[in-house]
């Protein structure tokens, strides 16, 4: 392991710990566990959904489910996979009945996701859904916007839709592996 490498993961298991123990908000109440986030922290790229569901909550791992298992599909298919990108998400507690987070809980986990970023540098940031969407480019719309990418401070956006949304309407799967072929062509560029 080289040392900037070294100095990234030991920075980012300290971050880890402290994720891991915030109470600040009401979230951690309901929560099972807390799901930090999981990946290389060598990515180039990071992909950042609103919050864990159901399943993140039991096993601790972003983007384990239903919606996980096709996100796992669309890396496939631009030849990625988990050990090479970088999964947070916004919030890192489950908001109770899947609801979407409030102001109050996303300000208050803002400082960890801020942190990872700066800890991994992706080249590429990939906010799936319109939530994480309004919270790096607010009044964007993901239906107008997906398969776009966007420079702002500094580092790129790659716009997404969620994987959830092919769960629920097949037409969004040709969609998204249309426009994962085009973060493939941005990040192999």
Same mark, same amino acid.
């Given at each position: 392991?080289?040392?900037?490498?070294?100095?990234?993961?030991?920075?980012?298991?300290?971050?880890?710990?402290?994720?891991?123990?915030?109470?600040?908000?009401?979230?951690?109440?309901?929560?099972?566990?807390?799901?930090?986030?999981?990946?290389?922290?060598?990515?180039?790229?990071?992909?950042?959904?609103?919050?864990?569901?159901?399943?993140?909550?039991?096993?601790?791992?972003?983007?384990?489910?239903?919606?996980?298992?096709?996100?796992?599909?669309?890396?496939?298919?631009? %030849?990625?996979? #988990?050990?090479?990108?970088?999964?947070?998400?916004? +919030?890192?507690?489950?908001?109770?009945?899947? @609801? !979407?987070?409030?102001?109050?809980?996303?300000?208050?986990?803002?400082?960890?996701?801020?942190?990872?970023?700066?800890?991994?540098?992706?080249?590429?940031?990939?906010?799936?859904?319109?939530?994480?969407?309004?919270?790096?480019?607010?009044?964007?719309?993901?239906?107008?916007?997906?398969?776009?990418?966007?420079?702002? %401070?500094?580092? #790129?956006?790659?716009?997404?839709?969620?994987?959830? +949304?092919?769960?629920?309407?097949?037409?969004? @799967? !040709?969609?998204?592996?249309?426009?994962?072929?085009?973060?493939?062509?941005?990040?192999?560029?």
């Amino acid at each position: 392991m080289d040392k900037e490498t070294s100095v990234k993961k030991e920075k980012y298991l300290i971050l880890r710990e402290q994720v891991v123990s915030c109470n600040s908000c009401d979230l951690r109440k309901g929560a099972t566990q807390v799901v930090p986030g999981a990946g290389s922290l060598n990515s180039k790229i990071m992909f950042i959904g609103e919050g864990p569901g159901a399943t993140e909550d039991r096993q601790g791992i972003p983007f384990c489910g239903a919606a996980g298992k096709f996100l796992d599909i669309l890396l496939e298919s631009i %030849g990625l996979n #988990r050990n090479k990108i970088f999964i947070a998400n916004i +919030v890192k507690c489950r908001p109770p009945n899947n @609801r !979407d987070p409030e102001i109050g809980e996303i300000k208050i986990c803002t400082k960890w996701l801020e942190q990872q970023i700066e800890i991994i540098q992706p080249e590429v940031v990939v906010p799936l859904g319109r939530h994480a969407l309004n919270f790096f480019l607010p009044g964007k719309m993901i239906s107008k916007e997906h398969g776009n990418v966007y420079e702002q %401070g500094g580092r #790129r956006y790659f716009l997404s839709y969620h994987p959830a +949304v092919a769960l629920y309407n097949g037409s969004y @799967r !040709d969609v998204m592996l249309s426009d994962f072929k085009k973060l493939h062509d941005l990040i192999n560029n």
